[in-house]
């Protein structure tokens, strides 16, 4: 593996200077020779003229948030981050590597949650170059590297979870949106980490069930919520009523045999549970003969 090193060359202004105020010395000599006709002076002025025209070609700029991988024929020799006129080895190549924070939003994909279900799902990744000898040595195109590999992550996540769950316990894509976010920054960091890419952020962009089945969905959804809600409400209404009957019994407000009990348990539970209001009936009778 290939990793990074600094390699910033010198200062570029410097040189420059030195190397203008050296052609255009050596540009007058080329004129003096001309005119006195001198052969050789003519031929070694026209050399070191072209000698230092090619030198400036080792002269490259550096902006911020930008590095430049250098390499010699081959060989990678560092990069250069320090922004600015720099010189360098004329002989290197000097490729541009963007060290911005960047966003990629994925396209709509089509997947089976984890119940087999066909989702529809999308995610935007906030990311950045961190490593440039590995974002440039280590694959192909860095940028197609980090499309290919999140839309790959994404799929593994909508199938690790389900898209809703009434129970609190289980992770879902709806109802969990920070954990899922989560999950989804590592799952998508440990597979770009070797390309030199860094995931500042990662969250879903886009969750909705496939067209075919949406419609049946929601109503199995609302049949969900119902009985979720159901069992809440019984939940708490036989609380209510064991709440009720202990104080009663404490309070020694009235004794209940146990069929009085049951009577009382049963009409609670109709008021607590029902879903209509409850219409008041006056008892003039008794139970009992």
């Known amino acids: 593996m290939i990793r990074e090193r600094a390699y910033n060359g010198i200062p570029g202004l410097p040189v420059l200077l030195v190397l203008l105020l050296a ?87 089509k997947v089976n949650d984890i119940d087999g279900n066909p989702i529809e799902i999308a995610a935007v990744v906030v990311w950045k170059v961190f490593e440039t000898a590995e974002a440039i040595f280590e694959v192909d195109d860095y940028e197609h590297y980090v499309k290919v590999q999140s839309e790959a992550a994404l799929r593994n996540l909508a199938t690790s979870y389900a898209y809703d769950a009434h129970d ?21 960091h440990d597979r770009l ?29 609302q049949a969900g919520a119902i009985i979720a809600a159901r069992q809440r409400i019984v939940e708490g209404a036989v609380g209510m009523v064991e709440m009720a009957l202990d104080m009663l019994s404490k309070k020694s407000i009235i004794q209940l045999d146990e069929e009085r009990k049951a009577a009382m348990v049963s009409n609670l539970l109709v008021v607590l549970c029902g879903d209509r209001n409850t219409q008041p009936v006056i008892n003039t009778g008794t139970i009992y003969q």
């Open 193 to 221: 980490v070797k390309a030199g890419v860094e995931v500042i952020e990662a969250r879903l962009s886009h969750l909705a069930y496939a067209p075919e089945i949406a419609q049946a969905m929601l109503q199995r959804q």
């Open 168 to 188: 609190d316990a289980q992770v879902s894509l709806r109802g969990h949106t920070s954990a899922v976010a989560d999950h989804l920054k590592r799952e998508i």
């Open 23 to 109: 052609d255009a010395a050596l540009v007058w000599m080329l004129v003096m020779n001309i005119r006195e006709e001198n052969g050789p002076e003519i031929v070694f002025a026209a050399v070191m003229i072209a000698l230092v025209t090619f030198l400036c070609a080792g002269l490259f700029m550096v902006n911020p948030n930008e590095g430049k991988v250098l390499q010699l024929f081959g060989e990678y020799k560092g990069t250069a981050k320090l922004h600015g006129l720099r010189w360098a080895n004329p002989f290197l190549t000097k490729k541009k590597v963007s060290l911005r924070v960047r966003n990629f939003e994925s396209s709509h994909l």
